[in-house]
């Protein structure tokens, strides 16, 4: 499955495809790629792989085309930026800042990093430009599916979201890491401010999922629209 970016910027396309099923090959010798790449290289705290095993971070390398083509340009330069899916089309003229921060997510979110690898059931369901809402129900409606299917395979389901706030707690540290990784070879603002949007994201589920719940719980709960059902009597819990 690939998911093909380009930007317009003053008539000089950019063009990325992004392959959501590549793989990464944690041996394979690399030349003429940045040295902010390599894993040693302000390593993320909880990352869980060795130097020994892995001489490459392979989120960095995935994004090291991205990071050089981006390079010197500012955050809030406008672009036509349109996102082709192999079910539909995007289109947006919107900043550098906000285009970048939807290839990057994508990116990172399929990269063979193990913490971000967990990511992946998002990519498949690619929203460009996201919003903050979009983002937490997006977030939280894949997460909650997944508790469902640990239910109904007898394992015990997380109803509360633990687990969620836990992975998005790992999230915001290694995209700290990664902002530190990357400040190292950014000249101008946009790959940085767009990582930081990303980080921006992560932090609203770590810290404040309950806050920003409660403000998209008034769309569903609309009972006229959606009745409630006693999940109790219907033999969930």
């Known amino acids: 499955m690939n998911i093909h970016y380009r930007f317009d910027i003053e008539n000089q396309p950019l063009e990325y495809d992004v392959d959501v099923d590549r793989e990464f090959d944690f041996r394979q010798k690399r030349e003429d790629i940045p040295e902010w790449t390599k894993l040693r290289h302000k390593q993320c705290p909880n990352c869980p792989l060795t130097v020994k095993d892995c001489e490459y971070c392979p989120a960095a390398v995935d994004l090291a085309k991205v990071v050089t083509d981006f390079q010197g340009l500012p955050a809030i330069k406008q672009s036509g930026v349109s996102v082709v899916t192999p079910e539909r089309e995007y289109y947006k003229q919107t900043s550098l800042e906000e285009g970048l ?83 190292d070879a950014c000249d101008g603002d946009s790959n940085l401010k767009a990582l930081l949007s990303f980080l921006d994201m992560a932090s609203s589920v770590s810290y404040s999922l309950e806050g920003q719940l409660q403000k998209v719980r008034e769309l569903m709960t609309d009972e006229l629209e959606s009745p409630a059902i006693d999940v109790r009597v219907q033999g969930l819990f």
């Open 101 to 183: 921060r939807s290839l990057m997510g994508l990116i990172m979110a399929t990269s063979d990093c193990p913490i971000l690898h967990q990511l992946k059931p998002n990519a498949r369901n690619h929203l460009p430009f996201a919003t903050q809402d979009d983002f937490i129900i997006r977030s939280t409606a894949l997460y909650l599916l997944r508790q469902y299917f640990n239910y109904r395979e007898g394992k015990r389901p997380d109803w509360e979201l633990q687990g969620l706030i836990s992975l998005n707690v790992e999230l915001q540290t290694l995209n700290q890491a990664l902002w530190e990784r990357m400040k």
